[in-house]
């Protein structure tokens, strides 16, 4: 039972343009997402989230939109850097619980 | 500020032999958690305690793998014995007191095990 699926297992893009990576839940329970991003030998570390009540945040390069109705987040990376190379995944929670939910990752790489 | 420390980094055993991992959190982190990461995954949390009481443990199977935090602060995982789709990565996460809103997990940088 996936209840968040990151259908890309991996993604290339050339620095400087923007990259973006898709996530899908079926669970309409949850009402926080968080993308986190890992670097091999390392544990995860959080990017950036976003409430069920908005559909946009924005923090630096970083923009995650979510469309409810769809049950579809994406994070858009503008521009691109080489540091941002990395396993990204997509988290849900459902309202009151602490319990982190994750999709399968997306390997992102940045060519220079 | 130290970050979620976790012993050893790595370990190699043969089926049906016995491991345990070790996990301190960050200090004054009140809820600890253990994630299993198998290659190709997302994390999947096996078991959550809040000080050293068990919150969630509903996919920790129980046969064979048991959790600890006896004094509330660090933690150990015991898998016995081992089965070769035991091998991932368990990686230890700890955040502040849970309540209504969400606290930031902070994660260690786990331990890979392998199964042979």
């Known amino acids: 039972d996936q209840q968040v699926k990151q259908n890309s297992p991996s993604l290339s893009v050339q620095e400087g343009r923007i990259s973006i990576l898709n996530c899908d839940y079926t669970n309409s329970m949850f009402d926080y997402f968080l993308w986190y991003k890992k670097y091999p030998a390392e544990g995860p570390t959080f990017l950036i989230s976003i409430s069920s009540i908005k559909d946009k945040n924005e923090d630096g390069r970083f923009t995650v939109f979510l469309n409810k109705s769809a049950k579809h987040l994406s994070l858009h990376i503008v521009p691109s850097q080489p540091g941002d190379s990395a396993v990204y995944f997509c988290?849900?929670?459902?309202?009151?619980?602490?319990?982190?939910?994750f999709g399968q990752g997306t390997r992102l790489t940045i060519n220079p | 500020e130290a970050g979620v420390a976790q012993s050893p980094r790595y370990k190699i055993i043969e089926k049906r032999q016995s491991v345990a991992f070790w996990c301190n959190p960050i200090s004054g982190h009140a809820t600890l958690y253990w994630y299993q990461q198998i290659l190709g995954q997302g994390p999947k949390l096996l078991i959550q305690?809040?000080?050293?009481?068990?919150?969630?443990d509903s996919q920790l199977p129980k046969d064979r793998f048991s959790a600890e935090r006896l004094k509330g602060v660090d933690s150990t995982l015991k898998i016995q014995p081992a089965k070769l789709e035991d091998s991932a990565v368990y990686l230890c996460a700890s955040s502040l007191v849970g309540g209504s809103s969400y606290n930031e997990q902070f994660f260690g940088p786990g331990t890979r095990l392998t199964v042979l």
């Open positions: 305690f809040q000080n050293n009481g068990v919150v969630d």
């Open positions: 988290a849900a929670l459902r309202q009151g619980a602490q319990k982190l939910v």
